[in-house]
């Protein structure tokens, strides 16, 4: 049977809260562009972001262990997956909108330099003189304008929603900046979701790579309340972790997280009285969050992360590594701009040539960019 658009949009219409975003009360795109007859804008969004260049690098960049490190490490691409994945069950749950919740969780990472938050804070340092480099902006100068994949428009051509989604994004360690995107307003519900959801996937997979990688032990863990619960559960006495027991410990964990999450949020979204999004984006305070003893729990296991994962000194020194190759690549384009392929220099009359350079690095892969600076530095190789 063949559902039209209009039938899907009132099949979301008859699915979604009273909160949550109708594709067909959309803002609409930058540009004039057709809709198709069998997907609403939000289901289109999805599709142009998953073509795009810049999702298939996310293959190769940085999580937290590089890429060659090993087959079952997490990648910036799998853990975007699994944040859309999250974010999915999360809006079912609440009745948001799954689509656009999606959409911007594929999206959010898109801008993200190679060697992760390492590659992001030297490019930052480097461009500080130069308009900066964040990567949220970059996701979006992404689908505005670097992506160029149809003749009519530059970028993607999303609607008003996601690229809203994709600047409100927030995390511990992303601030947005909305100037342009009714910066009085909080994200919408769905954007919430999208942010609270990337927080989860990475605690809960980095934990996860953690112990895989042995940089934390199930010792290292001992006395934090999560991982007690853990064990509790399924009564795990050690001292070895087997594979089977990390896995069904490390679902759990994300089960709890999602179940006291959507719970806490229920709660709130009933407090706040709220009828449409817009009355939640008026509000003083996000509703997604996890209740206050989850809240306490999640806050110990990040920070044992940070101690112990993000700050173990093979992340640390892959971290330096990183900010060489990035500050070599850098600095060595800006002292002579030919050794830039053509189709790269070819931009430097419109963006200038740092931003040129940093837009270059930044949509690298860890691999090549690692090879780039051994060509740059082994006479061997060929340029």
């Known amino acids: 049977m063949f559902f039209n658009r209009q039938q899907l949009e009132e099949n979301e219409d008859r699915c979604l809260a009273p909160y949550g975003v109708r594709s067909r009360d959309s803002q609409g795109r930058a540009y004039l562009d057709t809709e198709p007859d069998y997907r609403t804008a939000f289901q289109r969004d999805r599709d142009r972001i998953l073509h795009t260049t810049a999702f298939r690098r996310l293959e190769y960049k940085t999580q937290v262990f590089i890429n060659y490190e090993g087959d079952y490490f997490r990648t910036r691409l799998t853990h975007t997956l699994e944040v859309a994945q999250i974010g999915r069950t999360i809006a079912r749950a609440l009745g948001a909108n799954e689509d656009l919740v999606e959409a911007i969780c594929l999206a959010h990472d898109l801008g993200h330099s190679p060697f992760g938050h ?9 461009m500080a ?16 304008e670097l992506e160029q994949r149809y ?4 970028g993607l051509n999303l609607t008003w ?29 769905e954007t919430q979701i999208c942010n609270v959801a990337d927080e989860l996937a990475y605690t809960t997979h980095d934990l996860d790579d953690g112990l895989r ?61 709220a009828k ?40 640390v020194r892959m971290q330096v590594k990183a900010e060489h190759i990035v500050s070599d690549l850098f600095n060595a384009s800006r002292a002579e701009p030919a050794i830039l392929p053509d189709h790269v220099q070819s931009w430097i009359p419109t963006r200038g040539l740092e931003r040129t350079i940093c837009d270059y690095i930044a949509g690298m892969t860890d691999r090549f960019a690692i090879e780039e600076h051994e060509r740059l530095h082994d006479p061997s190789l060929k340029p």
């Open 213 to 273: 990688s042995g940089m934390i032990s199930p010792q290292t863990l001992s006395g934090v309340a999560l991982w007690e619960i853990l064990i509790e559960t399924f009564n795990w006495r050690g001292p070895t972790l087997q594979d089977i027991e990390r896995h069904r410990m490390i679902r759990h964990l994300v089960g709890l997280l999602v179940t006291d999450l959507v719970e806490a949020t229920d709660t709130r979204l009933k407090e706040s009285g």
């Open 151 to 154: 003749p009519e428009f530059p």
């Open 129 to 144: 003189d130069f308009g900066g480099f964040d990567h949220n902006k970059q996701s979006l100068r992404i689908v505005t």
């Open 118 to 126: 390492a590659g992001e804070y030297t490019l930052r340092k480097l």
């Open 161 to 189: 929603e996601v690229r809203e989604g994709m600047v409100k994004h927030e995390s511990e360690y992303d601030i947005s900046d909305a100037r342009d995107f009714n910066p009085d307003l909080r994200g919408n519900l």
């Open 276 to 315: 449409t999004p817009l009355d939640l984006q008026k509000l003083k305070f996000n509703v997604i969050g996890y209740g206050e003893d989850m809240q306490r729990r999640n806050r110990e296991m990040k920070d044992l992360l940070y101690n112990k994962l993000y700050r173990h000194f093979r992340v």
